[in-house]
């Protein structure tokens, strides 16, 4: 099977990893790629958004399976473009067609889809940029901290949480308004503020039938002790100690369950991941988010714990047999620690050197994903904010992030960062 896999980042390389030991794989190409996916797979310089030209290279390189990584492709219809065309009979596609990534791609679909369906979620209001006097009044109604969302995709920094009355008035003007977000910001979100705990699901479903992979958590904030600004993701673990058997079952029968079964409701047909962000609010899980693809860096915990073929799965599931797949998990914990350039958040210099990348951990222990690397005369350069992911695996989470510490202090470059405190929430609270 000739496999073409769109995106660069470390979900990406996670994702070309475990496809790339898949006996059904004849070849494999990353679009664009990084240093990472390079060594497993043929990279080809390719936008993500540039549909027509994927089609190209599709027919010309008998692709049989496309496979989207990242959100903004899904969100603009790449599926749509893919399945509506007669020229691509027999191309297997992962991922939601445009109306189902709209779960993603709009945050006031999504609260009108769970309002619908009765799924656990926090309280809300959406207004648009002609209702900003309104948006205003509405935090009247609103107890502190006020949860501010961009109503569309805004690269993970479309979310502000505030206690200050005037600083949530300013956020409203700023996306409304000022155009913070661009179309992003047309619109608004305004949720009450959920106390809690929060852990990411993954589950994939052809429509019906349905895998729940293992639940992860990751952590947002660039500093220590949850501090600073969000970023995409500065480390994760799994499992998470605190999704418990009756936490399961009630995420499984109040949110999982109904999602699928609320999506064939509004014939929404569905193809590929959903990742559930849940708060656990006392013992209760309730919907934080949807996001219409597997997430980064959670997908670095996830995918080393998945012990089948994960590309028999995705065969599975474009064929309507996933209800067939044995879907297998190691026991094991693993743990990821993400290597950033200075300054992410941020602003950030690009093309440094990085050393150390030659120090392969043993493979029953640990992993080094790529995120923001390329390849350039020979040498792995950084290439973006988040640069390589640290992934530890062992017999807790404890061994886990011992491992991943180990590979974080021996890979160096330029002004790296990284947290210090990733998983230490979670040991106490494990058994």
Not at 396 to 420: C, M, P, T, V, W
């Amino acid at each position: 099977m000739n496999v073409l896999l769109l995106g660069s980042g470390g979900r990406e390389h996670a994702i070309a990893w475990k496809i790339s030991q898949s006996s059904l794989l004849s070849k494999l190409y990353v679009a664009p790629g990084n240093a990472g996916t390079d060594s497993l797979a043929t990279n080809v310089d390719l936008d993500p958004m540039d549909f027509p030209s994927i089609g190209r290279f599709i027919r010309k390189n008998e692709i049989n399976m496309l496979i989207v990584g990242p959100e903004a492709p899904l969100v603009e219809g790449i599926i749509d473009f893919f399945q509506d065309s007669d020229k691509f009979e027999g191309l297997v596609t992962i991922g939601p067609r445009k109306a189902g990534a709209m779960l993603e791609g709009s945050k006031d679909f999504a609260k009108a889809f769970m309002a619908r369906h009765n799924i656990p979620t926090a309280d809300y209001a959406t207004f648009k940029s002609n209702e900003i006097k309104k948006a205003k009044n509405y935090l009247d109604e609103r107890t502190p901290p006020y949860v501010i969302k961009a109503d569309g995709l805004a690269a993970g920094k479309g979310v502000i949480i505030t206690s200050d009355r005037e600083e949530a008035e300013s956020t409203l003007e700023d996306i409304l308004l000022n155009n913070q977000f661009g179309d992003a910001g047309s619109q608004v979100v305004i949720e009450q503020y959920m106390e809690g705990i929060e852990v990411s699901y993954f589950v994939v479903t052809d429509g019906d039938a349905y895998r729940i992979l293992p639940s992860a958590k990751d952590y947002k904030r660039v500093g220590e002790g949850d501090t600073g600004p969000n970023t995409g993701g500065m480390g994760a673990v799994s499992p998470v100690p605190f999704v418990d058997a009756e936490f399961h079952t009630k995420t499984l029968n109040q949110i999982i369950i109904p999602t699928i079964k609320g999506l064939k409701e509004d014939e929404i047909p569905y193809n590929g991941f959903i990742f559930i962000g849940l708060m656990r609010v006392g013992s209760d899980p309730y919907v934080v988010e949807y996001n219409t693809r597997l997430g980064d860096p959670e997908t670095e915990v996830v995918l080393p714990r998945v012990k089948s073929d994960l590309l028999h799965m995705f065969d599975a599931l474009g064929s309507g047999m996933l209800s067939e797949y044995d879907l297998q998990i190691d026991e094991r914990a693993a743990t990821t620690v993400i290597l950033t350039s200075g300054g992410y958040p941020g602003s950030y210099e690009k093309g440094l050197n990085i050393i150390g990348l030659n120090n392969e951990p043993d493979p029953k222990e640990g992993i080094v994903f790529h995120a923001g690397t390329k390849t350039s005369r020979g040498k792995v350069l950084t290439n973006g904010g988040r640069v390589i992911a640290c992934t530890g695996l062992g017999a807790n989470i404890e061994k886990a992030l011992e491992r991943s510490y180990k590979l974080a202090g021996s890979i160096d470059f330029g002004k790296k960062q990284y947290r210090k405190d990733i998983g230490q929430d979670v040991i106490t609270k494990e058994e």
